[in-house]
């Protein structure tokens, strides 16, 4: 069997070096040209593991372009690794490897199929969440359910914390799938429509904390959002707040307190941008 993968981001990154501890190669990496989204939530660079392990590379900043798709081919790749890119990939991508592609989504699907994952599972207070593997198709997250890890969300969950524990379900998810997929022995489960929710996208505004908002409200918006993502954040005169941390109610250590709806919310680490 030969595998691509395509990623731009530390998760995709932690995925292709599980598969070299399992004893695993990949023949072919994508991913995005240096200059474009730098600034990506979570955005690495490949060339230092590709060079340690001779892999072959396509930067492109589209994964439905054509040198893409005549990569997997010249290649003769089975199976296309799709993991931390945002694009959506066309039919004659999924078709341009042998055996078709794999994606990952950090829920547990058919909930929660979209965008935002890790920040929505934060903000609406779920107790628990996971990662799926899945059989990529032309729909979103769609697909056959090939692996799945439950997470438990505590009540204090970050962003950071959260992120730490995907990255860990997608190493221990990929370890296991990928000698299946080198025995071609791997089965696919399909998933149940009629229990599938979706989540919009999200933009660094939608991080903006109003004074109108509940305590409960703000705290979570400043957990869901903090790093590795763009921040909570409140405007004061022309200056914008960013808030990384912080806690309901009065706090010895807080660097700032603010009055929301229905209480104080003490800031524990904060920063100012023009």
């Not at 929660?112 to 929505?120: L, M, S, T, V």
Request: proline share 4%; with cysteine; charged share 30%.
């Amino acid at each position: 069997m030969k595998f691509a993968f395509c990623t731009c981001v530390q998760i995709g990154l932690s995925c292709m070096e599980a598969i070299y501890s399992a004893h695993g190669k990949i023949d072919l990496i994508i991913s995005l040209p240096d200059e474009k989204a730098v600034n990506k939530s979570g955005r690495i660079f490949v060339d230092d593991f590709a060079a340690k392990h001779n892999i072959s590379v396509v930067k492109s900043g589209h994964v439905n372009d054509e040198q893409v798709i005549q990569a997997l081919k010249e290649h003769d790749i089975d199976w296309l690794y799709i993991i931390g890119w945002s694009q959506i990939a066309s039919k004659e991508v999924l078709n341009a490897a042998n055996k078709g592609a794999i994606g990952a989504h950090p829920t547990l699907l058919p909930q929660g199929r979209g965008r935002a994952a890790i920040p929505w599972a934060i903000i609406k207070g779920l107790d628990k969440t996971g990662v799926t593997f899945f059989k990529m198709d032309e729909g979103v997250d769609t697909g056959l359910v090939l692996g799945q890890e439950v997470i438990p969300i505590e009540k204090n969950e970050t962003a950071t914390t959260l992120y730490e524990k995907v990255n860990k379900a997608h190493e221990d998810l990929i370890s296991d799938l990928h000698p299946k997929l080198e025995r071609d022995i791997i089965k696919g489960e399909k998933q149940d429509e009629e229990k599938a929710t979706y989540w919009e996208g999200r933009k660094p505004e939608d991080g903006e904390l109003k004074r109108s908002m509940t305590v409960e409200k703000v705290d979570r918006l400043v957990r869901a959002t903090t790093k590795p993502y763009p921040g909570a954040f409140i405007m004061d005169s022309e200056k914008k707040i960013i808030i990384w941390s912080g806690t309901p109610g009065k706090h010895e250590d807080a660097s700032m307190e603010l009055e929301f709806r229905d209480g104080i919310y003490s800031v524990l680490d904060h920063e100012v941008s023009e």
